[in-house]
């Protein structure tokens, strides 16, 4: 089944939506908020299912026209959100740019970094951002939502508990990030309020594009309207979405609405194109001592969407625009 | 006024305790949960504090004994812990263990982690630990709840969201910490469950001891019964509570129910004792070559609260004892 939230307070109305995004079905009489679907998952997702077949078939009644900018992030705020970097061809040209080598621990020992998860961006909302200067980048990447994930849990025992998927924006500002990793500490002001796609699915949703626990079809990104990279996130993901989950779940547990990324889409095959600015700027690096592609600047747009195999969008569009911020 | 969480389901149960942590009254019929509290605070708030005022006065029904062990965390789950590390003590005694200097920048930029958020330790519960080779190790800490700070507030503007005060237990896996921290990214399986104080109260319950939003009490640790450390938590703080919080706004909004660290409250004057292991380690190693005090072993057991001048506890104690972990 494929779920979605209205914008309404501060944690949506859960809608289910039709598997074609035609069609959308507030549930909230049924189940308030996504939140509250995970927390007792076992006992929401049957009754939510049936309305998702229902609507599949045409049988339900209220459903309304989807549409994307009256929807929240599925989950507007979460208790948790981490995000790995599993796909090595990334961390190997970041590190390429600056003449460094790959620790061969990567190989294993999967990067991963506590985001803040108070203040979700909508799918399509504007990316607000007080200076051009921080060097603002989106990165497109696939996620897990988790249900209970307990301390200590094999990769076997995580792929039991992934309840939903989706894809991000974990918008980036490039040029705060160096300066704030020397200090020791990881992420803050680099990592801010990051966006999800419109719909969140189940994965037998993917059918056979789910396969050991990776979504393995194109992630396609445009940039003002230019096809920007369509990498496979199937393709060169060194770690799975339960690998990362299990990683997350080393010394602590997983709770219900656990959101787990897999870091920025990026194939060896650089023909594919990219998913981040910060990616193609060091390839330009790499072959021409600089990069020449620029962040982005005030009034850009990208959308990050991924399609099955018969061209329909699975999950919904991430569509946003870069505007400066002037508050508070 | 003070308020508490029972024990119950994933968001707990919301109580009013008496000032002298005599008594607590649940209000769930009035008000369900902190977080919901929290979401509404103009509205909840004045509500809230008639309950106070009469459990005070000894005129409120239905009030019950206080008793911390049946308490969650104030938050039994948060969207949002952020960290600081606003005693600059605590980090130049790190570097100093390994004849490095504390970067002059430190003095106007706070070190900060992001932290899990979404399985909070009850005040009373074991701290369960797979590997006593993990060095785990305790830090005590005080902390701000917010309202809602929109991204870029000053530090006066961030004072006037502080709604709610807690100490904290910050468990830190201190043998886990370098490699991590060596990767980049920062803590992670460093920083497992944290704990907070049974109870959390609204600034003016400190009275002349909440100034310049500092608590400016000396923090009680006590280790497997002996006092361990008792440095004030006013002195050497670089940067108050509404400096951490407005720190953490720079590139975000922050919701209602975000909740801001201090980092391991440490005075110059070593006589004060200490609130982490590591730092007496470090004592230890920059005067003897090495350190002698161990890490927690399973058994071990901790101690943390904070008194007023009359000598009645603010907070209730966090109150901790290191478990071995056999699951999942």
């Given at each position: 089944?494929?779920?979605a939230?209205?914008?309404?307070?501060?944690?949506?109305?859960?809608?289910?939506?039709?598997?074609?995004?035609?069609?959308?079905?507030?549930?909230?009489?049924?189940?308030?908020?996504?939140?509250?679907?995970?927390?007792?998952?076992?006992?929401?997702?049957?009754?939510?299912?049936?309305?998702?077949?229902?609507?599949?078939?045409?049988e339900?009644?209220?459903?309304?026209?989807f549409?994307?900018?009256k929807?929240?992030?599925?989950?507007?705020?979460?208790?948790?959100?981490?995000?790995?970097?599993?796909?090595?061809?990334?961390?190997?040209?970041?590190?390429?740019?600056?003449?460094?080598?790959?620790?061969?621990?990567?190989?294993?020992?999967p990067?991963?970094?506590?985001?803040?998860?108070?203040?979700?961006?909508?799918?399509?909302?504007?990316?607000?951002?007080?200076?051009?200067?921080y060097?603002?980048?989106?990165?497109?990447?696939?996620?897990?939502?988790?249900?209970?994930?307990?301390?200590?849990?094999?990769?076997?025992?995580a792929?039991?508990q992934?309840?939903?998927?989706?894809?991000?924006?974990?918008?980036?500002?490039?040029?705060?990030?160096?300066?704030?990793?020397?200090?020791?500490?990881?992420?803050?002001?680099?990592?801010?309020?990051?966006?999800?796609?419109?719909?969140?699915?189940?994965?037998?949703?993917?059918?056979?594009?789910?396969?050991?626990?990776?979504?393995?079809?194109?992630?396609?990104?445009?940039?003002?309207?230019?096809?920007?990279?369509?990498?496979?996130?199937?393709?060169?993901?060194?770690f799975?979405?339960?690998?990362?989950?299990?990683?997350?779940?080393?010394?602590?547990n997983?709770?219900?609405?656990?959101?787990?990324g897999?870091?920025?889409v990026?194939?060896?095959?650089?023909?594919k194109?990219f998913?981040?600015?910060?990616?193609?700027?060091?390839?330009?690096?790499?072959?021409?001592?600089?990069?020449?592609?620029?962040?982005m600047?005030?009034?850009?747009?990208?959308?990050?969407?991924?399609?099955?195999?018969?061209?329909?969008?699975?999950?919904?569009?991430?569509?946003?625009?870069?505007?400066?911020?002037?508050?508070?």
């Amino acid at each position: 089944m494929k779920l979605a939230s209205l914008r309404h307070g501060r944690d949506g109305r859960l809608c289910v939506v039709s598997r074609d995004l035609k069609t959308m079905l507030p549930v909230d009489q049924l189940m308030p908020t996504l939140q509250m679907a995970l927390d007792s998952w076992a006992v929401a997702a049957p009754k939510l299912q049936a309305v998702s077949d229902a609507l599949n078939k045409g049988e339900a009644s209220g459903a309304i026209a989807f549409d994307a900018d009256k929807l929240a992030s599925p989950l507007p705020r979460a208790y948790q959100w981490c995000d790995g970097s599993a796909y090595l061809n990334h961390v190997e040209l970041v590190r390429k740019a600056r003449n460094a080598t790959m620790p061969p621990e990567f190989l294993h020992d999967p990067l991963m970094y506590q985001g803040g998860s108070d203040d979700f961006l909508a799918p399509t909302a504007d990316i607000p951002v007080a200076d051009e200067a921080y060097g603002i980048d989106f990165e497109g990447e696939v996620a897990a939502i988790t249900g209970d994930v307990a301390m200590g849990s094999s990769s076997a025992q995580a792929a039991t508990q992934i309840r939903l998927l989706m894809l991000v924006n974990d918008v980036s500002m490039r040029n705060l990030i160096p300066a704030e990793l020397a200090k020791g500490f990881g992420f803050f002001h680099g990592k801010p309020s990051t966006a999800f796609s419109p719909v969140a699915v189940t994965p037998d949703e993917l059918g056979d594009a789910w396969r050991d626990a990776k979504i393995c079809r194109p992630l396609v990104t445009h940039l003002n309207g230019r096809k920007f990279g369509e990498p496979d996130a199937g393709a060169d993901m060194q770690f799975s979405l339960a690998d990362l989950i299990a990683h997350a779940a080393k010394t602590r547990n997983l709770k219900a609405g656990c959101i787990v990324g897999s870091g920025t889409v990026s194939n060896r095959d650089a023909s594919k194109g990219f998913s981040c600015l910060a990616e193609i700027r060091m390839i330009e690096t790499i072959s021409e001592g600089k990069p020449k592609t620029p962040f982005m600047k005030f009034g850009d747009h990208v959308r990050i969407e991924m399609f099955d195999a018969a061209g329909q969008s699975i999950f919904g569009a991430i569509d946003q625009t870069v505007v400066k911020y002037t508050g508070p």
